[in-house]
């Protein structure tokens, strides 16, 4: 069997077809999900493209203690269970403990570990030990073949439903770049490799008190990623990013989304046509 992993009925991987996650940063009102869950069912439905539900219930990695970080673990799951339901998609959450991911696996199909703990043995076995698929994106500070130790150590905790996002590596201050490479070397691993197309344009830091970001290249970077390879890709988009609680330099707005999205669903299938 090729590299994949299962999202509820979708599968990502070697052969499948494009994949998205995509939705807000972070859970801003129940009324914001809601509407964000509602247009964005809409762009993919419009397009043929499967995507599941992205946002975070809270951001516990902020620039500043004043940085709003999300309505927390509980009321957040709740907001993400009410999505799932009624908008029948699957839905993607960030978790920073292990009791956080044993709670949001209860409720989404998807639990991501962030770069910042991607290296953080208790919270992998914790991931690795629910019915979620789990998704681990590649720290900035780590080079792409050292993530296989990240990946056995999910597969000898019992869980075979992984993919590696690739999200950029530090370059100098407040900086990031994207290597391209990283997708195949990764992809050797016999996982699934996501692109973060967003959170490789971001300014760490860049702002002072909050991350800048450059959501020009948003675009370029994605359609670069497809044309090397990348099995699906991370998105997160919010209705009017410059109003947006968190990252609102590194959104890609809803009005961008579907011309971004078929100039990536061309590349994508052209590439697996050639193959």
Not at 2 to 22: D, K, T, W, Y
Not at 79 to 86: A, I, R, S
Not at 96 to 110: K, N
Not at 252 to 275: G, H, Q, T
Request: with cysteine; aromatic share 8%.
């Amino acid at each position: 069997m090729g590299r994949q992993a299962s999202i509820r009925e979708n599968f990502v991987g070697e052969g499948h077809p494009l994949f998205v996650m995509c939705g807000p940063c972070v859970i801003e009102s129940k009324e914001h999900v809601i509407k964000s869950a509602q247009a964005l069912k809409a762009i993919f439905g419009e397009l043929g493209i499967s995507f599941a539900f992205k946002s975070s219930y809270d951001k516990a990695n902020r620039s500043s203690l004043n940085s709003y970080r999300g309505p927390g673990l509980e009321e957040g799951l709740r907001m993400l269970e009410y999505v799932k339901k009624e908008f029948d998609v699957p839905v993607v959450t960030d978790v920073h403990s292990p009791r956080d991911a044993i709670a949001a696996a209860e409720v989404c199909d998807v639990i991501q570990i962030p770069a910042f703990l991607c290296r953080q043995t208790d919270l992998l076995v914790a991931a690795a030990s629910t019915k979620a698929t789990v998704s681990v994106k590649k720290g900035q500070f780590m080079a792409p073949w050292d993530m296989k130790n990240v990946v056995e150590k999910l597969k000898n905790s019992g869980k075979e439903d992984i993919i590696l996002i690739e999200r950029g590596a530090s370059f100098g201050y407040n900086n990031l770049v994207s290597d391209m490479r990283a997708i195949p070397i990764m992809q050797n691993f016999n996982v699934p490799v996501c692109f973060d197309a967003t959170h490789s344009v971001q300014l760490p830091g860049g702002c002072g008190e909050t991350s800048g970001g450059q959501r020009e290249y948003i675009e370029l970077l994605a359609k670069a990623a497809a044309a090397s390879g990348a099995d699906c890709f991370f998105m997160e988009a919010h209705e009017d990013p410059s109003r947006a609680k968190s990252d609102k330099g590194a959104q890609i707005a809803f009005s961008d989304l579907p011309r971004v999205l078929k100039r990536l669903k061309r590349i994508y299938e052209a590439v697996r046509e050639n193959a």
